[in-house]
Nanobody
Framework: VQLVDSGGGLVQPGGSLRLSCAAS????????MSWYRQVPGKRRDWVAG????????DYADSVKGRFTISRENAKNTVDLQMNDLKPQDTALYYC?????????????WGQGTQVTVSA
């Protein structure tokens, strides 16, 4: 099982970035996918989530209207489009997969990709 996060970088306030997560080793189309973020010394916070089919999405209040989560089940990828970035969006961003298979519930994490918003 592997989740590979990419797309992070340094961007100025008001700018945009698109994060991507490539999944392998499990049935991606059956998993609910989310993005989380973490600042050093603080807990990992949920940012956005999307249902297995892609028909339902949800966002943390702090990013609603600025971030968009999407997925392509045919490509086993989930993206996070981040617009109007603010310095407080600076964090390590992680892709997360949750689901159930025959042996029980599972949860997988990507390795994280750093997003830094600074002038």
């Amino acid at each position: 099982v592997q989740l590979v996060d990419s797309g992070g970088g340094l961007v100025q306030p008001g700018g945009s970035l698109r994060l991507s997560c490539a999944a392998s080793g499990f049935t991606f189309s059956s998993a609910a996918m989310s993005w989380y973020r973490q600042v050093p010394g603080k807990r990992r916070d949920w940012v956005a989530g999307i249902s297995s089919s892609g028909s339902s999405t949800d966002y943390a209040d702090s990013v609603k209207g600025r971030f968009t989560i999407s997925r392509e089940n045919a490509k086993n990828t989930v993206d996070l489009q981040m617009n109007d970035l603010k310095p407080q969006d600076t964090a390590l961003y992680y892709c997360n997969a949750k689901g159930i298979h025959r042996s029980g519930a599972y949860e997988y994490w990507g390795q994280g990709t750093q997003v830094t918003v600074s002038a």
